[in-house]
């Protein structure tokens, strides 16, 4: 079973960028939906965007023009790219992989955009 690690959060000003990614063990990495979700303090773990081939993504209309995801899958890796940054996106960011009806979590990278 694929194991997700994130890495490349921190501290930003608002404005600023940030790259996450999430590289995943295991040989079948390419066979997975790989997703992004983020939770904020005190909030529900929201949708952030999807990708499941280079140019089949969704994104949550809150992130839309601003992130970018990809994937990698000769790295098994998969990038979040944040641009234009807001307070709000603050949060905790997690890298989700599905295959059918099995999903893994990675544990989480923190996020933090002061305004």
């Known amino acids: 079973q694929v194991q997700l690690v994130e890495s490349g959060g921190g501290l930003v000003q608002a404005g600023g960028s940030l790259r996450l990614s999430c590289v995943a063990s295991?040989?079948?990495?390419?066979?997975?939906?790989m997703g992004w979700f983020r939770q904020a303090p005190g909030k529900e773990r929201e949708f952030v965007a999807r990708?499941?081939?280079?140019?089949?993504?969704n994104y949550a209309d809150s992130v839309k023009g601003r992130f970018t995801i990809s994937r990698d899958d000769a790295k098994n890796t998969v990038y979040l790219q944040m641009d234009s940054l807001k307070p709000e996106d603050t949060a905790i960011y997690y890298c989700r992989g599905t295959l059918g009806p099995f999903s893994v979590w990675g544990r989480g990278t923190q996020v933090t955009v002061s305004s």
């Open positions: 295991g040989r079948t990495f390419s066979n997975y939906v």
């Open positions: 990708i499941i081939w280079n140019d089949n993504t």
